[in-house]
Nanobody, 127 residues
Framework: EVQLVESGGGLVQPGGSLRLSCAASGLISDRYAIAWFRQAPGKGREGISCIIMSDGTRYYADSIKGRFTISSDNAKNTAYLQMNGLKSEDNGVYSC????????????????????WGQGTQVTVYY
């Protein structure tokens, strides 16, 4: 059984930082992608970043480029999202997803590509 366990959300002031973690287990292949999605209140789910675990190639949405960094620890089957310079528009539920069929960054931000999802973690940027 594939499981994704997220951690690291919370409350932060504007300009602050948080680091999200996504630990994957049960994936048979070592070639898979982990992606981060977020959903703001009243909006659809947005794919913001993904990493191909086998070669480290990465994708960032324009909305987070230069502020967020995705990384991975393949020995732990874990991906991280370091979020710096947080803004109020970054508020939302952040979820990670993984799938062995995603082996390149092209289109890796599309929700329909992922079969496995974490439970989500809330990120709140407050004044």
């Amino acid at each position: 059984e594939v499981q994704l366990v997220e951690s690291g959300g919370g409350l932060v002031q504007p300009g602050g930082s948080l680091r999200l973690s996504c630990a994957a287990s049960g994936l048979i292949s070592d070639r898979y992608a982990i992606a981060w999605f977020r959903q703001a209140p009243g909006k659809g789910r947005e794919g913001i970043s993904c990493i191909i675990m086998s070669d480290g190639t990465r994708y960032y949405a324009d909305s987070i480029k230069g502020r967020f960094t995705i990384s991975s620890d393949n020995a732990k089957n874990t991906a991280y999202l370091q979020m710096n310079g947080l803004k109020s528009e970054d508020n939302g539920v952040y979820s990670c997803a993984a799938d062995g069929s995603v082996i390149e960054v092209f289109g890796c931000y599309a929700t329909e590509k992922y079969a496995y999802w974490g439970q989500g973690t809330q990120v709140t940027v407050y004044y």
